[in-house]
Each structure stands twice: as structure tokens, then as C-alpha cells.
């Protein structure tokens, strides 16, 4: 699992926690759960910076 940080042009951010995957579609940054659903949707002509911090999962 991974945490998101992206951080906007405007100086706002999002977290987002626990997301197994992303991926980059029709100038899109797509976060996606564990069954391919997305679950974060931005425009990266807004996104400044995208920090990506990989966390082992506990119970």
C-alpha cells in the first residue's frame, strides 16, 4: 500500500491512504483501490508535485 501527497498550483493538497496503485490516463492522475475502482481523481494541469511514500500494511 501506499500514501499520496499531491500538492496543487494554488499551494492546497490531498492525502490519500492506503492505495495499492495509480496510473496516468488522458492527462489524469488516478489513484485506484484494491479492486482496479478508482478512488482519487485530479487534473495534472493542477498537480505542482505528487510525493509517493510506500508503507508496509499492518493490522
Partial sequence: M???EINYLDGSFD???N???HEWTD???IVLDA???TTYLAPTANIRS???H???VTD
Fill in 2 to 4: 501506499a500514501r499520496y
Fill in 15 to 17: 492525502v490519500v491512504t
Fill in 19 to 21: 492505495a495499492p496503485g
Fill in 27 to 29: 492527462n489524469l492522475f
Fill in 35 to 37: 479492486n482496479k475502482r
Fill in 50 to 52: 505528487i510525493l509517493i
Fill in 54 to 56: 510506500d508503507e508496509t
